[in-house]
């Protein structure tokens, strides 16, 4: 079945750091694929996302690039703040009979020292 | 103007207690979903609707039964709870749009003592 891999937290870097977040994914069909965020005690957001192969989704300086050949889709920032202390999830989300199923990977906790 | 709103934001009961928790969401959308996260952050689907129809049924005990009034409600009823079943859980919605992404409420933190 469809799923995704991203890597094991926490992450800790110092502010101004770049940022890279892995993400894998398995799937049958040609799914979408996004990042969300999770700040403490909040729902997801969507960070930004991607529908098909080698688009780049972009949102308050992180990229990620839809990489069909190697099935990934990792998050980088260049400079990292304080502010974006968080989870991360990489999703992706492909049809399921009369709608779509989001499957999300297992999380990843980053903290931003200043 | 709450996308995703869902009540309550914490729930503290005794095991073998029934409860609910509802959702609602003013997106017009067709597709509405249930997901549990874990103490480790892992989120996972537990149901999906569409239309007010059951789509995804993740293999959830079947004390949990989900209730789709409307197609801008997904309720969640619990019966029997159980310790494992503290979590938060997390109503989400959807356009039908396979590129369409998930729009989350801020969870219901479920506590069972």
């Known amino acids: 079945g469809n799923s995704v891999t991203q890597m094991e937290g926490p992450v800790t870097l110092s502010e101004e750091a770049f940022l890279t977040i892995n993400c894998t994914y398995t799937?049958?069909?040609?799914?979408?694929l996004f990042w969300y965020v999770q700040y403490p005690g909040e729902g997801l957001q969507l960070l930004l996302k991607?529908?098909?192969?080698?688009d780049k989704g972009s949102n308050k300086g992180f990229e990620a690039t839809y990489r069909k050949e190697t099935t990934s889709f990792h998050l980088e920032k260049g400079s990292v703040q304080v502010s974006d202390s968080a989870v991360y999830f990489c999703?992706?989300?492909?049809?399921?009979?009369?709608?779509?199923?989001?499957?999300f990977g297992s999380g990843t906790r980053l903290s931003i020292r200043p | 103007d709450t996308a995703v709103s869902q009540t309550p934001k914490y729930l503290v009961t005794q095991m073998g207690n029934d409860k609910s928790i509802k959702c609602e969401q003013n997106?017009?959308?067709?597709?509405m979903y249930w997901y549990k996260q874990d103490s480790k952050k892992f989120l996972k689907i537990m149901f999906s609707?569409?239309?007010?129809?059951?789509?995804i049924n993740e293999t959830v005990p079947n004390r949990f039964s989900p209730k789709s009034p409307d197609k801008a409600h997904l309720n969640l009823h619990i019966n029997s709870l159980e310790l494992g079943d503290s979590a938060v859980y997390f109503c989400?919605?959807?356009?039908?749009?396979?590129?369409?992404?998930?729009?989350f409420g801020q969870g219901t933190r479920l506590t069972v003592v």
């Open positions: 989400a919605s959807s356009s039908d749009r396979v590129e369409a992404e998930a729009f």
């Open positions: 799937a049958t069909g040609y799914p979408s």
């Open positions: 991607a529908t098909k192969a080698d």
């Open positions: 999703a992706l989300s492909d049809r399921y009979s009369s709608a779509s199923k989001i499957i």
């Open positions: 997106l017009g959308h067709d597709t």
């Open positions: 609707y569409n239309n007010k129809e059951l789509i």
